[in-house]
């Protein structure tokens, strides 16, 4: 119903330049150095960090023990905004340090790496987008939050993994048609939910696609107790054997209230250590990714969280390189959708398995 497919490049990394593990690899001695110096540096600059779920457990801990949060994308914003500290570190990829500086503009945000940015994001180029949406002007713009701020400011309205169908279901009962970017595997999930009339773009996360659905069975006929976790940047071959679709914030709400001890969890593997930490007695297991169908590194973890690393924590917060800038024209037309959210979020006060994220 009603899909297009705008021409859409792959954008995974060359295989040279997908990092090789979800920890840099530092020996002990090297780790304590680097995690005390940015401690230190973090105090001295006034400065946080905000960390997503998918980046290193080195950066998560360092955030939970100077004051700074660990979240998805839209919490990592809202809590950027409620800080009193005057630099933003946001370990994550470009567009939450975007967000971070859309919603607080007057806040140094700094990143690790600029060049960590994400497939979805890169798969939606504005002035693609622009043309898109010029050829359809009786349509509601709805962006996904992984998108540059310049698509931001082209949209209506912008949502999380956990807030689409909801928000979907609000403007459809007002009669509103969508244009529907970047992610098509969210787009049509959230169309399975609610029947809207949507024009999908062909986005894609190079992570959440390779989850494999006939390998999901497999493991799941080993685990039969197990539940199965899935994030719906995921194909509906592998949607259709979740347990629970939902954001990070909801897998992870899912493994501490959900009466099982095994777990299949579909999203970056990265999300592993906050639900270790939230459901310690639990065991959770990674789902299949292509094997060998592989068409990327297939290894359940985001090359560009990857590039988040101590080390370059460290530089960033010592020579304030990386700090993210946004033409005050853009921040001023992209903070309408994301306040749209916001005040939606809140009239709603979702409640069940989170309302946020990426
Ligand atoms: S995991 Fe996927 S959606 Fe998230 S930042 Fe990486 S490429 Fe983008």
Same mark, same amino acid.
């Given at each position: 119903m009603n899909t297009i497919a705008p021409v859409i490049e792959d954008f995974r990394l060359p295989p040279e330049r997908v990092p090789e593990t979800i920890c840099e690899a530092l020996d002990d001695e090297e780790r304590l150095l680097l995690t005390n110096r940015a401690k230190?540096? %973090? !105090?001295?600059?006034?400065?946080?960090?905000?960390?997503?779920?998918? $980046?290193?457990p080195d950066l998560q801990l360092i955030a939970d023990a100077a004051g700074g949060y660990v979240s998805d994308s839209l919490d990592m914003a809202r809590f950027g905004n409620e800080s009193r500290a005057d630099t933003l570190v946001v370990c994550g990829v470009r567009f939450m340090g975007e967000t971070a500086?859309?919603?607080?503009?007057? @806040?140094?945000?700094l990143m690790p790496d600029l060049e960590a940015t994400c497939s979805l994001d890169l798969g939606c180029p504005p002035e693609q987008f622009n043309a898109f949406c010029d050829a359809h002007p009786d349509r509601t713009v709805v962006v996904y939050a992984n998108t540059s701020a310049a698509v931001k400011a082209r949209a209506d309205w912008m949502v999380t993994s956990g807030s689409a169908v909801e928000v979907i279901r609000h403007l459809q009962d007002k009669g509103e048609k969508f244009i529907w970017a970047p992610d098509k595997y969210l /787009? #049509?999930?959230? *169309? &399975?939910?609610? =029947? +809207? =009339?949507?024009?999908?773009? *062909? /986005? &894609?996360?190079?992570?959440?696609? !390779?989850? @494999?659905?006939?390998? %999901?069975?497999? %493991?799941? $006929? +080993?685990?039969?107790?197990?539940k199965v976790l899935v994030h719906p940047e995921s194909p509906a071959s592998v949607i259709q054997y979740a347990d629970v679709v939902g954001s990070t914030t909801a897998i992870i709400n899912a493994a501490v209230?959900?009466?099982?001890? #095994?777990?299949?969890?579909?999203? =970056? @593997? /990265?999300?592993?250590? @906050?639900? *270790?930490?939230?459901?310690p007695d639990k065991l959770f297991i990674e789902a299949p990714t292509a094997g060998k169908s592989a068409t990327c590194k297939s290894c359940a973890h985001c090359p560009w969280m990857a590039m988040n690393t101590l080390k370059k924590l460290v530089n960033s917060l010592e020579t304030g390189s990386n700090e993210i800038h946004v033409d005050m024209d853009i921040i001023e037309r992209a903070r309408r959708p994301i306040q749209r959210l916001l005040e939606f979020a809140e %009239?709603?006060?979702? *409640?069940?398995? /989170?309302?946020? =994220?990426?």
């Open positions: 230190e540096l %973090l !105090e001295q600059e006034n400065a946080v960090i905000v960390a997503h779920y998918y $980046t290193a500086k859309i919603l607080n503009p007057e @806040k140094r945000i /787009g #049509e999930y959230v *169309q &399975s939910q609610t =029947d +809207a =009339d949507m024009l999908i773009w *062909q /986005g &894609s996360c190079v992570v959440h696609e !390779e989850f @494999k659905a006939k390998e %999901l069975l497999e %493991l799941k $006929t +080993a685990h039969p107790e197990a209230d959900l009466n099982a001890r #095994e777990f299949i969890v579909a999203t =970056d @593997k /990265g999300i592993f250590h @906050k639900m *270790q930490e939230a459901a %009239l709603q006060k979702w *409640q069940i398995y /989170g309302a946020n =994220d990426a």
